[in-house]
Each structure stands twice: as C-alpha cells, then as structure tokens.
C-alpha cells in the first residue's frame, strides 16, 4: 500500500501568513495526488488535483506543486475561513489519505 | 443542483448489518465513479469502496468482504451494504462522486455524511 506523510501535523499561523504544508509517499505517485480541506463538522471539500490544478471556485490564494513522492500545498494571505484540516490523498494505486494536518489561529 | 444526501446510519451491534444510502440529484450515479469515505471519531479519513461506471468494484482491504457497494440506475441512489459490522467500523461515511481527470480521479462532490455507530 501507498502511505502518505504530511507534515507538520499541526501549525498555529494568523491571518496574513503564509502556510505550507507537505505530503510525502511512500513510492512514485507522479502527479496522482489531491488535496482537501475540512472544517469541524461538516464534509471535505476538494481544493487541487493532479497535484496543481486548483479546482473550479477555490481561491487563487491556494497552489500545489510536486510530483513524483513530494508534494506541497500553499495558502498565501491566510483568511479566518481558511482555518481547518488539510487532507492530501493518492489515487495512483487505490486511494489512501494523509494523516491530515490541523491549521489553527496562533 | 448537484447534490448527494446520504442515510441510514444509526447504532448497531457488533456482528449486525446496515445499509447506507446515498440519494443523488444534478448528475447520473451510472455514468460516474462513486466511492464511500469514511472517518472514525476525531480520526483521518479513509477511502472505503469504488464503484465504477462500468459496474466494477473494489474496496478497502479492511471492508473487503463484509461491505458491499452498488447502486440503483431508476433511483438514481449509491448504496454501502455492511455487514458483519465491528466497533472499529464506527464512523461517519460520507459518499462521495469520483471524478475521473487528466492524471488522477478525485472525490468532487461529497455529501453531507451518515454516522454509524457499532457498540455492544
């Protein structure tokens, strides 16, 4: 099975900051490679896929890069809303999910 | 609208059964993918079962003889039969349309999620 590792597990930023957060796998995934952001209670919502296509609505304030093992998902100018967990997931072989990574107000 | 409404969670016993529904509106269950997701209590998500457009399926090796997806064309509805349940199968399961991009397929559309519960 494909594991995938985001760091940090949590991070406290504020408002207007800047936020990166990695996701390495555990063997070459090429660009397979999704992110999702959830907030307390309510469903994932689907923010990049194939690694750096922002999804239709998302703000542009979102990026991913990486390809191969090593990912990375930017939030440049970080809003109130943007405060939640961030979920990264491969679909190259099955589907499996980070371990999510909490970003809470500092 | 595109939307999917998931039920039929609830509490159970271990060794019992129940089957989620998944009642979607605004696109067609049979010419998509859809997968089942589900996260534990104060946990991580965790892809459940598949099922493709062309009917195949596939599952978690957790599930993986227990569970079983499928899907109603003339109600338009995704279904998770689980049975043999255990307490390590308490979680909200959402459903979710997976759609099929360039170098990946993705979780698109998700609902609002249904909680089971399994406790003795």
């Known amino acids: 099975d494909i594991q995938l590792t985001q760091s940090p597990s949590s991070l406290s930023a504020s408002v207007g900051d800047r936020v990166t957060i990695t996701c390495r796998a555990s063997?070459?995934?090429?660009?397979?490679l999704n992110w999702y952001q959830q907030t307390p209670g309510k469903a994932p919502e689907l923010l990049i896929h194939?690694?750096?296509t922002l999804q239709s609505g998302v703000p542009s304030r979102f990026s991913g890069s990486g390809s191969g093992t090593d990912f990375t998902l930017t939030i440049n100018n970080l809003q109130p809303e943007d405060f939640a967990t961030y979920y990264c997931?491969?679909?190259?072989?099955?589907?499996?999910f980070g371990q999510g990574t909490q970003v809470e107000i500092k | 609208e595109v939307q999917l409404v998931e039920s039929g969670g609830g509490l159970m016993h271990p060794g019992g059964s129940l089957r989620l529904s998944c009642a979607a509106s605004?696109?067609?269950?049979?010419?998509?993918?859809m997968s089942w997701v589900r996260q534990a209590p104060g946990k991580g998500l965790n892809w459940v079962s598949i099922?493709?457009?062309?009917?195949?399926?596939y599952y978690a090796d957790s599930v993986e003889g227990r569970f079983t997806i499928s899907r109603d064309i003339s109600r338009n509805t995704l279904y998770l039969q689980m049975n043999s349940l255990r307490v390590e199968d308490t979680a909200v399961y959402y459903c979710?349309?997976?759609?099929?991009?360039?170098?990946?397929?993705?979780?698109?559309?998700w609902g609002q999620g249904t909680k089971v519960t399994v406790s003795s």
């Open positions: 194939s690694a750096s």
């Open positions: 063997q070459n995934i090429n660009s397979f």
């Open positions: 979710a349309r997976t759609t099929v991009t360039s170098s990946s397929d993705v979780f698109d559309i």
């Open positions: 605004g696109f067609s269950v049979s010419s998509n993918y």
């Open positions: 099922i493709y457009y062309t009917g195949n399926t």
């Open positions: 997931q491969q679909s190259h072989t099955s589907r499996t």
